[in-house]
């Protein structure tokens, strides 16, 4: 437990000064702008890997997520708390009805709910429904999130291969053309809206490839 603690104090820490360093360009569709200064519900969804560079609109947006259980969870969840945003704890074995109530809730409430729609285990870059789910609770738009880093620390072991930029990296975020709320009588676990959901992530992704060259 105080080894948890410990490292998640650290890592908050060393997160906060490495991000001073990184020259971040954030460009948001007017749609999201307009319903997170109204308070309406909304979705960011992300592939696994990018939520390290995705931390960055914590303290921006003030975003809600959902956390796991597990230690390594503990730690993300106190480094998002730390930059101001909200969770929801639970996982796909423990806690993840609960867990999916209260991002429902923090949803309802207008803070901006951000997601990574391959997990919580993979496989890799493979949409799942509970983005959909949600969607169609909150009757909220999903936002693809596109990044790219000019340079990129990879977690090789790590299954997500997650990427950690690196210092002075420079960091676009973009916000993809949205996918509308998922209807009452759609199937979540529809192929088809995965599919959708897929080709923006990626299309959102080159997107912020060619900004990257933008100075």
Same mark, same amino acid.
């Given at each position: 437990?105080?080894? /948890?603690? @410990?490292?998640?104090?650290?890592?908050s820490? !060393?997160?906060? =000064?490495?991000s %001073?360093t990184?020259?971040?360009?954030?460009?948001?569709?007017?749609l999201?702008?307009g319903?997170r200064?109204?308070g309406?519900? /909304?979705l @960011?969804a992300?592939?696994?890997g990018?939520? !390290?560079?995705? =931390?960055?609109? %914590?303290s921006?947006?003030h975003?809600?997520?959902?956390?796991?259980t597990s230690s390594d969870?503990?730690?993300?969840d106190?480094?998002?708390?730390?930059?101001g945003?909200?969770?929801?704890r639970g996982?796909?074995?423990?806690?993840g009805i609960v867990?999916?109530?209260?991002?429902?809730?923090?949803?309802?409430?207008?803070?901006p709910?951000s997601?990574?729609?391959?997990?919580?285990k993979?496989p890799?870059?493979?949409?799942?429904?509970g983005v959909f789910?949600i969607?169609?609770?909150l009757?909220a738009?999903?936002?693809?999130?596109?990044?790219?880093?000019t340079?990129v620390?990879?977690?090789?072991?790590?299954?997500?291969?997650a990427?950690?930029?690196?210092p002075f990296?420079?960091?676009?975020?973009?916000?993809?053309?949205?996918?509308?709320?998922?209807?009452?009588r759609?199937?979540p676990?529809?192929?088809?809206?995965?599919e959708?959901?897929s080709?923006?992530l990626?299309?959102a992704?080159?997107?912020?490839?060619k900004?990257i060259?933008?100075?």
């Amino acid at each position: 437990m105080f080894r /948890t603690v @410990l490292l998640s104090r650290l890592a908050s820490i !060393l997160y906060r =000064l490495l991000s %001073v360093t990184w020259r971040v360009r954030v460009i948001e569709d007017p749609l999201f702008v307009g319903r997170r200064e109204a308070g309406l519900p /909304t979705l @960011l969804a992300h592939w696994h890997g990018d939520e !390290l560079a995705v =931390l960055h609109l %914590v303290s921006r947006l003030h975003l809600a997520t959902m956390t796991s259980t597990s230690s390594d969870g503990q730690i993300i969840d106190y480094v998002i708390r730390r930059l101001g945003g909200v969770t929801s704890r639970g996982s796909s074995t423990r806690g993840g009805i609960v867990a999916l109530k209260g991002l429902l809730r923090l949803g309802k409430t207008g803070r901006p709910i951000s997601m990574a729609v391959d997990g919580p285990k993979g496989p890799l870059h493979q949409v799942k429904s509970g983005v959909f789910e949600i969607s169609r609770l909150l009757d909220a738009p999903i936002f693809p999130v596109g990044v790219f880093c000019t340079s990129v620390f990879v977690f090789k072991k790590s299954w997500n291969k997650a990427i950690l930029p690196c210092p002075f990296s420079r960091i676009t975020i973009i916000f993809g053309e949205p996918l509308g709320p998922v209807s009452k009588r759609a199937d979540p676990r529809s192929s088809e809206l995965a599919e959708r959901l897929s080709l923006s992530l990626d299309n959102a992704k080159q997107q912020a490839l060619k900004f990257i060259a933008v100075p």
